[in-house]
C-alpha cells in the first residue's frame, strides 16, 4: 500500500508510538510531536519516547487472563509495544515486566531509524482545522496522554464544541534501591510458588502492620487543593484511599499474605510488601501497590521503619497526579476519529483506557485506522468479543453507568454459553477461546 497522505501525531508515549509504527508498517509518512525535554510534565524524568513514568509491569502473560489475550492480540499486528516489552523483560512471576531504559531504546531505535518517521520537539498549542488538514492531505492523531498539557487540552476543548474534560487521579509507587534491601529479613519468592522467586518480600507480623497503617494515617499528604473534586481510578489507588476503606483493606489488597510463606519461619506473614524487578541489573526495585501521596521526606522516615528496609534508599519517589480523558462515546466515530473533525484522530489513555498495554492498543488500531483512511480503506469492524474490540466497542460505545476509564478485563466480554455448574475458570477458558477464534477470523479478513 503506499499512502500519499501525511500522518502527523502529538504525542510520544506509549500510544502515540505505536501509532507511528502501524501507520509506518502501512506506508504513511509519519511526523511525530513530542513536547518533552523542551517542556516536561509532572510525571515524566526525561525526553525519551514511551518513557514509563508509572509501573514498570504491562501485567500478566497468563493466556487465560485479559492482559495476556490482548498482548497476544497485538503481537499479532506486530506491536511495536510488544515487541520492546519482550526485548526488556526482566524478571516479575507471571507479569510482563521491564527494564524501563532498554524499553525505551529499543522503541526510539525502531522509529528514529524508519525513512519514513520523523520527530519534531516541542508543544503544540494549535490544532489545525479540518480545512487545513484537508488542504495539506494531512491526517492527525492525538496521542497525549493522561498528562495533556493545559495549551493543548484547550484546544482538544475548543475542536469538540468546550466540552468539559473528564479527569481521574492516577499515583505512584516509589521505587528503592536493591542494595538498601535487607536479604537476612527480606526473602524471594513469588504467590505459591508459581514463578522462580522473581519478587522480595517484606514480611510483617500484625504489630508491624498496625504501626505501619498508623503512620500512614498520621503522616503529612501532598494536599490536593488545585482540583473541585477528588476522584481516583480504583486499579491504582494511594494507600492512604485504601486505608480509608479500613484497617485490614491493605492485607487483602496489594500486602495480601497468601501464598508467601516466609521460609525461615515456615509461616505466612501477617502481611506482605512485594518488591518487584526494576531493571535487568537488578539494582532498583519497585513496591508493587504502594502508590502514595505521602510528602516526601515521611515516605522516606515511614517506609525506613519496615523489616529489612531500615537503611532504605529512595531512587524515585511516590507521586500523584491529574489524569485527563474525553469522553469517547461523544466524541469518537467507530474510527476514532472526531465525529466533527473525521481526519482528527484520538488514541490512548485520553480516550478512556487506563494501563500501559491498553493504551498501546488504542494508539495501535488508531494508527491503522488513520492509515487506511489516508487511501480511502476502511478496516474490517472488531469482532466485540476479542480484547481488542472489547475495548475498541467501549470508547466509541461507551457501558451502561457513567463512562469512566477502563482496564482490559474479561467482564467487557459477552458470557459464553456454558452449563450453569461450570467453574469460574471453565467460563474463562471459555471467553479466551472464543477471542482466539473471532480475532483468527478479523486477521483473515486483514489478509
Not at 108 to 115: D, I, Q, V
Not at 306 to 317: D, F, K, V
Request: charged residues 20%.
Amino acid at each position: 500500500m503506499t499512502a500519499t497522505a501525511k500522518i502527523r501525531i502529538i504525542g510520544g508515549g506509549l500510544a502515540g508510538c505505536e501509532a507511528a509504527w502501524q501507520a509506518l508498517q502501512l506506508g504513511c509518512d509519519v511526523i511525530l510531536h513530542e513536547m518533552r525535554p523542551e517542556k516536561m510534565t509532572g510525571a515524566h524524568t526525561s525526553g525519551r519516547l514511551a518513557e514509563l513514568v508509572c509501573s514498570n509491569s504491562l501485567k500478566s502473560t497468563l493466556e487465560v487472563s485479559a492482559p495476556g489475550q490482548l498482548k497476544l492480540e497485538m503481537s499479532q499486528l506486530n506491536s511495536l509495544i510488544i515487541q520492546a516489552a519482550n526485548a526488556a523483560k526482566v524478571p516479575a512471576g507471571n507479569a510482563l515486566a521491564v527494564d524501563r531504559e532498554i524499553f525505551s531504546q529499543f522503541i526510539e531505535s525502531a522509529l528514529l531509524n524508519h525513512p519514513k518517521f520523523k520527530r519534531v520537539d516541542g508543544e503544540v498549542t494549535h490544532l489545525p482545522s479540518p480545512e487545513e488538514l484537508a488542504s495539506a492531505n494531512e491526517y492527525l492523531i492525538i496521542c497525549s496522554g493522561p498528562l495533556t498539557s493545559p495549551a493543548l487540552a484547550q484546544e482538544i476543548d475548543r475542536i469538540t464544541g468546550n466540552q468539559k474534560r473528564l479527569y481521574f487521579y492516577d499515583a505512584i509507587a516509589p521505587v528503592i534501591s536493591a542494595d538498601s534491601i535487607d536479604m537476612d529479613v527480606c526473602y524471594l519468592a513469588d504467590r505459591y510458588g508459581e514463578g522462580e522467586g522473581d519478587y522480595i518480600n517484606v514480611p510483617l507480623d500484625k504489630e508491624q502492620y498496625n504501626q505501619f497503617i498508623d503512620g500512614v494515617e498520621a503522616a503529612e499528604k501532598v494536599p490536593l487543593h488545585e482540583f473541585e473534586d477528588v476522584n481516583y481510578f480504583e486499579s491504582c489507588l494511594p494507600i492512604e484511599v485504601m486505608i480509608q476503606r479500613g484497617r485490614e483493606t491493605l492485607r487483602f489488597g496489594p500486602m495480601k499474605p497468601v501464598g508467601l510463606d516466609n521460609p525461615r519461619t515456615g509461616r505466612r506473614p501477617w502481611g506482605v510488601i512485594q518488591l518487584r524487578q526494576e531493571n535487568i541489573e537488578k539494582t532498583m526495585y519497585s513496591m508493587v501497590g504502594f502508590q502514595t501521596k505521602m510528602k516526601w521526606p515521611e515516605q522516606k522516615r515511614l517506609f525506613s521503619t519496615l523489616p529489612g528496609l531500615q537503611n532504605l534508599e529512595i531512587l524515585r519517589y511516590g507521586s500523584i497526579h491529574r489524569n485527563t480523558y474525553i469522553n469517547g462515546p461523544e466524541l469518537l466515530a467507530e474510527d476514532l476519529s472526531l465525529k466533527d473533525s473525521p481526519r482528527i484522530f484520538l488514541a490512548g489513555q485520553i480516550t478512556g483506557v487506563e494501563g500501559y498495554t491498553e493504551s498501546a492498543a488504542i494508539g495501535l488500531l488508531a494508527g491503522r485506522f488513520a492509515a487506511l483512511k489516508s487511501v480511502g480503506k476502511t478496516a474490517p469492524t472488531l469482532p466485540a468479543q476479542c480484547l481488542l474490540g472489547a475495548l475498541w466497542v467501549y470508547i466509541t460505545k461507551g457501558n451502561l453507568g457513567k463512562y469512566a476509564p477502563m482496564n482490559a478485563n474479561l467482564g467487557l466480554l459477552a458470557p459464553v454459553e456454558v452449563d450453569r455448574k461450570a467453574s469460574k475458570s471453565d467460563r474463562k477458558s471459555l471467553q479466551i477461546k472464543r477471542a482466539n477464534e473471532v480475532f483468527s477470523d478479523y486477521l483473515n479478513g486483514l489478509h
